[in-house]
């Protein structure tokens, strides 16, 4: 106890910092959107035929995507929900670049009443640092 009162700034940063490394996962449980790794989102592509739904932006996306990845930018998710539509019932897996738009977009379609959500934890940096291939 006389080392936490001596020392309560630096239990206090490690305790900070333990909670912030610890809070994305949380985070993914609350909403109900599952990260997943790139094997994870192949198995749900190969068995349950999941959509991977890419919201980068037009130029990152002709620069290499996965393969029948359907293209809808973040910024213009809400805008086009209705060409998802026939997927509601379907996986899908969101990809950007690192995680954090497909984060957003996983968002705007829970929010739209999709169930069935995965966000590709690291997004195409993580797909390809695990080899798997894309095409342009």
């Known amino acids: 106890m006389e080392f936490i009162q001596q020392n309560i700034w630096t239990v206090l940063l490690a305790a900070l910092s333990g909670?912030?490394?610890?809070?994305?996962?949380?985070?993914?449980?609350?909403s109900g959107v599952k990260q997943v790794g790139p094997q994870e989102a192949v198995v749900l592509i190969n068995r349950q035929d999941a959509?991977?739904?890419?919201?980068?932006?037009?130029?990152?996306?002709?620069d290499g995507h996965i393969a029948?990845?359907?293209?809808?930018?973040?910024?213009a998710l809400g805008k086009r929900?209705?060409?998802?539509?026939?997927?509601?019932?379907?996986?899908i897996v969101a990809v950007c670049r690192s995680g954090n738009r497909s984060g957003m977009a996983c968002g705007i379609l829970r929010?739209?009443?999709?169930?069935?959500l995965h966000n590709?934890?690291?997004?195409?940096?993580a797909w390809?640092?695990?080899?798997?291939?894309?095409?342009?």
């Open 81 to 91: 929900l209705g060409e998802l539509e026939k997927h509601k019932d379907k996986a």
């Open 68 to 75: 029948k990845a359907k293209h809808i930018p973040v910024g």
């Open 111 to 116: 929010k739209a009443g999709f169930q069935n």
């Open 128 to 136: 390809e640092q695990a080899g798997l291939p894309k095409e342009k």
């Open 19 to 30: 909670f912030m490394l610890v809070m994305p996962s949380f985070r993914g449980r609350l």
């Open 51 to 62: 959509l991977i739904l890419d919201v980068r932006e037009q130029s990152e996306f002709v």
């Open 120 to 125: 590709l934890a690291g997004g195409m940096m």
